[in-house]
């Protein structure tokens, strides 16, 4: 069973309405949570980091949360853009020395106009 | 920031030909790379871990022998596609992990390979 779930799978949402996705965990012992941004055919592009003191982080007009008790975390986009339209995947780490992450399935943003 | 160059961006081979891909940390030097393959609206899947001077360590179900691994600077590594079918087509992607910021694996862009 994957220890990182997403939802929802896919979601599609007009050009400047806000967006919330979500991760749930169950790694364990945990390390950090990440979100990234991937561009279709691209790599993913790390947009927040957080570790288990971390509550809230932000990066431009997105803003993610973790609440380590529950083993959750959501990722807003706020006033979204065409330029959003990607994948977003939760990415958890635990605290072995290896670094090995725990991938999400990813949510898929698609922006209209 | 950290950047991670693959190189080629795409490749397209004949069954039965190799094909290698290479990893740099351009700005850092990464003693841990991780090699990806990822199916068309798939997450990543980690294939291997590569440590600078030693041995890749692969993930279960990863042949050692159809995908050689060398990490042999702190700077590159190269994954090797021997003996290449159309099952191996799929997006190769690369991370190094950095010294700085909680380990954070930084991505290359991927690398697409055709094989015909």
């Known amino acids: 069973k994957n220890q990182v779930e997403q939802s929802p799978q896919s979601l599609i949402i007009l050009e400047g309405k806000n967006c919330t996705l979500q991760?749930?965990?169950?790694?364990?012992?945990?390390?950090?949570l990440r979100w990234y941004k991937q561009d279709t055919g691209r790599g993913p592009v790390s947009l927040t980091i957080?570790?288990?003191?971390?509550n809230t982080k932000s990066n431009g007009r997105y803003t993610a949360t973790l609440d380590a008790d529950t083993k959750q975390s959501s990722l807003h986009i706020t006033a979204s853009q065409l330029s959003d339209s990607a994948s977003y995947i939760c990415?958890?780490?635990?605290?072995?020395?290896?670094?090995?992450?725990?991938f999400g399935a990813g949510t898929q943003v698609v922006v209209t106009p | 920031g950290a950047v991670v160059s693959q190189h080629p961006s795409w490749v397209i081979c004949k069954s039965g030909t190799s094909v290698k891909i290479e990893c740099r940390s351009l700005?850092?030097?990464?003693?841990?790379m991780f090699w990806y393959r990822q199916f068309p609206k798939q997450s990543l899947m980690l294939m291997a871990t590569?440590?600078?001077?030693?041995?890749?360590?692969?993930e279960q179900g990863v042949e050692k022998d159809k995908f050689l691994i060398n990490h042999a600077s702190l700077t590159l590594s190269t994954l090797t596609v021997t003996s290449a079918h159309p099952e191996d087509s799929s997006f190769y992607i690369c991370?190094?992990?950095?010294?700085?910021?909680?380990?954070?694996?930084?991505f290359g862009p991927g690398t697409r390979l055709t094989v015909l």
């Open positions: 991370s190094a992990r950095a010294p700085r910021d909680h380990g954070e694996q930084f």
């Open positions: 991760c749930n965990y169950t790694v364990s012992p945990f390390s950090n």
């Open positions: 957080m570790t288990f003191s971390e």
């Open positions: 990415v958890v780490s635990g605290t072995d020395s290896w670094g090995k992450l725990q």
């Open positions: 700005d850092f030097q990464a003693t841990t």
């Open positions: 590569s440590n600078e001077g030693s041995k890749a360590t692969y």
